[in-house]
């Protein structure tokens, strides 16, 4: 059974940083692409990153340069970097991934909070 | 970069057809996903590839796309289909996966 879930979400003032991870299990997660995508509180879905097999990297505009995706696969597990954290951050953050030759994102984790706050 | 426009809200009677529409320049020439989610859950991909049905997804749910639109079209709309609808796309000339801004479909 494939399976991600998340960890790492918490607290954090402006400016501070934080990791988050996603472990997968059932699957490899250097088989296919993989995504972070964020909602905030009310809010629609927002893409914010994504790493293909081949390891090449993409980032929302409003992440570039703040955010890094990477992937252990020793561990089989996602990460996503996230330094000089906006009040606009604030989120929860899912990892998704692509399964077999179906397109867009089939398994989804069950998301952890990122709350950036003084 | 790249815009999906969906409409905020779809209201449907019971057993009734529900379409959701996804607005994009040539969206027809991109591979179109859709998205279900319920209030504090993942979303759920319910059609993939314009009009392909992930398994365990009811014959219920359809897709479609050409020219400046996509749509979602819900058969025999349940309760249970109350849901947030979400569009994506891969845009390449920016390399970034895009998300339309949603659609509350209500079950009157």
């Known amino acids: 059974e494939v399976q991600l879930v998340e960890s790492g979400g918490g607290l954090v003032q402006p400016g501070g940083s934080l990791r988050l991870s996603c472990a997968a299990s059932?699957?490899?997660?250097?088989?296919?692409?993989m995504s972070w995508v964020r909602q905030a509180p009310g809010k629609g879905l927002e893409w914010v990153s994504v790493i293909y097999s081949g390891g090449s990297t993409y980032y929302a505009d409003s992440v570039k340069g703040r955010f890094t995706i990477s992937r252990d696969n020793s561990k089989n597990t996602l990460y996503l970097q996230m330094n000089s954290l906006r009040a606009e951050d604030t989120a929860v953050y899912y990892c998704?991934?692509?399964?077999?030759?179906?397109?867009?994102?089939?398994?989804w984790g069950q998301g952890t909070l990122v709350t950036v706050s003084s | 970069s790249y815009v999906l426009t969906q409409p905020p809200s779809v209201s449907v009677a019971p057993g009734k057809t529900a379409r959701i529409t996804c607005g994009g320049n040539?969206?027809?020439?991109?591979?179109v996903h859709w998205y279900q989610q319920k209030p504090g859950q993942a979303p759920v991909l319910v059609v993939y590839d314009d009009s392909d049905r992930p398994s365990g997804i009811p014959e219920r749910f359809s897709g479609s796309n050409s020219g400046n639109t996509a749509t979602l079209t819900i058969s025999r709309v349940e309760a249970g289909d109350e849901a947030d609808y979400y569009c994506q796309v891969w845009d390449s000339s920016s390399d970034h996966w895009v998300f339309g801004g949603g659609t509350k479909l209500t079950v009157l």
């Open positions: 998704a991934s692509k399964r077999g030759d179906w397109g867009g994102q089939y398994y």
């Open positions: 040539n969206i027809g020439s991109k591979s």
């Open positions: 059932g699957f490899t997660v250097s088989s296919n692409y």
